[in-house]
């Protein structure tokens, strides 16, 4: 009977993960495309590139899905195990919550260690490359493209306009007007009527033919000053356009430097390692450095005159109640007193670069930190859901897709707003990386044990769950 309840678990288990990873894929994807779509449009992009791109994004909506789909099919799975009064007959023959959870348990840990890896190796990659992507995209210059009314102004050398543009009218442009800077300082205008545009050499080459036209310039002989017009039926004038290639993709390995979203875990731990290397020899030479700049016995009294401008000279002298400046005169006290004052001032702006460049350093490595702990912690999500979703998806049986989902999205946002927060309090150095990035999983851990003994010891504990729950009850 366990092994039949077991298989009847791990059936399942594939499609509500399945549907619920697409979903939630789909509707991340669909997000990314309507926040970046205006960086996408008119750039030329070929097929290849888009895909490359949505391929790359899909990275870090997979990372943030599969815990979230796999929350959802514990919920379904255990749900209709309820339902089917499986669970009951399990706790009639004695069988404990463990004994029963125990191969979706292992299953949470075949996803936690595929995302352990993925997150740490494929994620850092693929982030690699879609930065080098974005970099290609947003150099890549957009192709030929006037829009009537205003100035286009990517041939090199013209401003080009034209008042309208009739629509299926090949080519056809009306009231144009074209502003031509020549070398050496040189300008014309030249306006026309209509124009007709005529792409040649593979789009390398445009070739404009304006009609009923004139052209306004100034007279070229002897350098005078002296305004010249030209009118003509038809002219024509040729553009260069290779300088508009659009999108080229260049080296995909050239993604630029890595930072700490593009750097497998390994690379990071090299970079953490070697900061907090350079972090302690660094507070070492400040250290050793204070202890050789301090001189007693006057040093405090420099000290304490170098932080108060405001001191008047008056005040500012070391008296006879200083030994080592006894007996000597009033100029040579204040002078001895000013090259002590400047080499203190001196002294504390050194410590406080010394001090600055230390904490900038250490902030360093902690965001390395944050961010391999953050990997890791959702990763390890996918585990610690099984406690939650186990004894959860027991309390709701007959729950239909709108609880469930309901659930999932409620538990996995606690979760997610947790890990931000978790993130944003390591990042400003107000929690050590490892507390922030851990908390969310020993959160939601801790109410995943009380759910599992709770369920364990007493499992009427479920029955207001089972009254919310009759509201979204599938109708036979």
């Given at each position: 009977m366990l092994t039949r309840l077991h298989r009847q678990i791990l059936k399942g288990l594939p499609l509500p993960f399945v549907a619920a990873l697409l979903t939630l894929l789909f509707l991340l994807l669909m997000q990314f495309l309507i926040h970046y779509l205006p960086d996408l449009v008119g750039r030329g992009l070929p097929p290849v590139a888009v895909a490359e791109l949505i391929a790359y994004s899909l990275a870090y909506m997979v990372t943030l899905a599969v815990p979230m789909a796999w929350l959802v099919a514990l919920l379904a799975s255990f749900g209709r195990l309820a339902e089917s009064r499986g669970y009951l007959v399990a706790k009639s023959a004695g069988i404990s919550l463990p004994r029963l959870a125990w191969p979706a348990l292992a299953v949470g840990l075949v996803l936690t260690g595929g995302m352990v890896y993925f997150n740490n190796q494929m994620l850092p990659e693929a982030n690699y490359r879609l930065n080098g992507l974005w970099r290609d995209i947003r150099v890549s210059?957009?192709?030929?493209?006037?829009?009537?009314?205003?100035?286009?102004?990517?041939?090199?050398?013209?401003?080009?306009?034209?008042?309208a543009i009739p629509p299926d009218s090949a080519g056809l442009l009306l009231g144009v007007t074209v502003f031509e800077s020549g070398t050496g300082g040189d300008t014309a205008t030249l306006t026309a009527a209509r124009a007709r545009l005529q792409s040649q050499y593979g789009g390398q080459r445009l070739t404009m033919l304006l009609e009923d036209g004139a052209i306004h310039r100034r007279a070229p002989d002897d350098g005078a000053d002296r305004y010249e017009r030209l009118t003509f039926d038809r002219h024509r004038m040729a553009f260069d356009l290779s300088g508009l290639s659009g999108f080229e993709r260049r080296d995909t390995d050239n993604g630029g430097s890595r930072t700490d979203r593009s750097m497998r875990t390994t690379d990071m731990l090299a970079v953490v390692d070697s900061l907090d290397q350079l972090t302690a020899s660094q507070a070492d030479s400040i250290r050793s450095a204070l202890d050789r700049w301090y001189e007693p016995p006057v040093a405090s009294a420099v000290l304490r005159f170098a932080t108060d401008s405001t001191q008047t000279a008056e005040n500012a002298r070391i008296g006879a109640d200083r030994p080592a400046l006894a007996g000597l005169a009033d100029p040579d006290r204040e002078a001895i007193y000013d090259e002590a004052l400047q080499r203190a001032r001196s002294i504390r702006g050194r410590a406080e670069s010394a001090v600055s460049a230390l904490a900038y350093d250490r902030q360093r490595a902690d965001r390395f930190r944050v961010e391999i702990y953050k990997k890791n912690s959702i990763a390890l999500a996918c585990l610690v859901f099984v406690l939650v979703g186990v004894p959860l998806g027991l309390a709701v049986p007959r729950a239909g897709v709108g609880l469930v989902a309901a659930l999932a999205v409620f538990v996995?946002?606690?979760?997610?707003?947790?890990?931000?927060?978790?993130?944003?309090?390591?990042?400003?150095?107000?929690?050590?990386?490892?507390?922030?990035?851990?908390?969310?999983?020993?959160?939601?851990?801790?109410?995943?044990?009380?759910?599992?003994?709770?369920?364990?010891?007493?499992?009427?504990?479920?029955?207001?769950?089972?009254?919310?729950?009759?509201?979204?009850?599938?109708?036979?």
């Open positions: 210059r957009p192709g030929f493209a006037l829009t009537p009314g205003e100035f286009y102004t990517d041939v090199n050398g013209y401003a080009i306009r034209a008042d996995f946002l606690f979760y997610w707003i947790s890990l931000v927060g978790g993130e944003k309090l390591a990042d400003r150095e107000m929690l050590p990386p490892e507390i922030g990035m851990w908390m969310a999983n020993v959160i939601i851990g801790l109410l995943g044990t009380y759910l599992v003994v709770r369920e364990a010891r007493d499992p009427a504990w479920g029955d207001p769950v089972r009254a919310l729950a009759g509201r979204f009850k599938r109708r036979e």
